[in-house]
């Protein structure tokens, strides 16, 4: 791992308060995918992206932003992570919000010093660990040199309809790697434009990994959601007169714009730039998914708990809950054991998961 000295401080953001909807019926509000193992590593994804930015900020400089609901499940699942750096949105408004928030935090724990912070999601999964810290050197970097919004593009190794994509413009010199003008970030495509974006060359996967300086990016809100901006000012003189955050945010959150920085910011500047990524990943986006982390059988099923199979084939079955689960002549299904729930759906049909489980009863969700 290359060390790149700083003379700006540097935290991490690492935001943990999606619901995870397509992993149901394990992840729920209260315990999202985030705060499971689903790929067999020993460890839930949060505490692996954790131990992932150990050592790019000090321990210290580390906030995750989360919910009410799931700060209980963050504590017993990443133990001696410190309470108080923890931070519980009121209600869910993006990450616009999110992001913002964490910007008048860190300025204020910097007390007014102009500082840089990186945004990780907290459930992707990443093997070579070194080969990510010297991505994001390179990241901290760009954003570092001046009022510059930096983001992480993932070379596609499909034409993936389910990514983001970011089209690379002309090349930036840095000097600790490769680096890009954003030309363009476009939405989710169809398989013919995905393809076309796979075969150009010129495209990455947006990965949701930002890096910037606290005032390029309270810059960048103020000048496209001015209203964002001015909240979290209010926000930031509420808290300097001695006001409890907690209180603060329960009074000020409803009432701000619910839209993703992507949205907000990053698709409408001029100053992004996208280093790419010299590690692998994957952001497990659903159950079909799983099977890129566990061994497959001879019949081509993958299991997580104790499977019995007959005439079945490239299925991939999922326990939390201490059952047996029988295949007799079924191929290509995936099927989900939790404590009061089983799911039973076509792997083709995993992404659109998420349709069904906001139909459910809250209790069930």
């Known amino acids: 791992m290359r060390i790149i000295l700083s003379r700006m401080k540097r935290y991490v953001v690492i935001m943990a308060g999606g619901a995870g909807e397509r992993f149901w019926p394990l992840s729920r509000i209260a315990r999202p995918k985030h705060l499971w193992d689903v790929t067999g590593k020993g460890e839930c994804l949060l505490m692996q992206t954790l131990k992932r930015v150990d050592g790019i900020v000090p321990s210290e400089n580390i906030l995750i932003v989360t919910n ?64 990510f810290k010297d991505t994001i050197q390179s990241v901290f970097e760009i954003a570092e040199l001046g009022d510059n919004l930096a983001t992480i593009g993932i070379k596609p190794d499909y034409p993936a309809t389910g990514y983001g994509y970011i089209r690379r413009g002309s090349p930036f010199p840095l000097a600790s790697g490769q680096c890009y003008k954003i030309a363009r970030f476009y939405e989710k495509p169809n398989l013919a434009r995905a393809t076309a974006y796979y075969e150009s060359g010129d495209f990455y996967w947006n990965a949701g990994i930002f890096a910037w300086k606290t005032s390029s990016i309270l810059n960048a809100l103020q000048r496209y959601i001015p209203d ?54 994957d952001d497990v986006g659903s159950w079909s998914a799983v099977e890129r982390h566990y061994p497959k059988g001879p019949d081509g099923n993958i299991a997580r708990g104790r499977l019995f199979s007959k005439d079945s084939s490239d299925c991939v079955v999922f326990d939390a809950a201490g059952r047996t689960t029988a295949l007799v002549g079924v191929k290509d299904i995936i099927v989900v054991h939790s404590e009061d729930a089983t799911l039973v759906c076509s792997r083709d049909s995993a992404e659109s998961l998420k349709a069904l489980v906001r139909s459910l009863p809250q209790d069930l969700r």
Request: hydrophobic share 40%; with cysteine; aromatic share 8%.
């Open 68 to 131: 009410a609901e799931q700060v209980p499940a963050i504590t017993k699942e990443c133990p001696g992570f410190p309470r108080e750096h923890i931070i519980s949105e009121p209600c869910p408004r993006d990450t616009s919000a999110a992001i913002a928030l964490c910007a008048t935090l860190i300025k204020r724990m910097s007390k007014s010093e102009d500082s840089s912070f990186a945004v990780f999601p907290s459930d992707q999964v990443v093997s070579d660990v070194s080969a």
């Open 228 to 281: 964002t901006h001015a909240a979290f000012f209010n926000i930031e003189k509420r808290l300097d007169s001695g006001e409890d955050l907690a209180s603060v945010l329960s009074d000020t959150y409803p009432r701000i714009e619910k839209i993703s920085i992507d949205f907000a910011v990053l698709e409408r500047c001029d100053n992004a730039y996208v280093v790419p990524a010299l590690f692998d990943w």
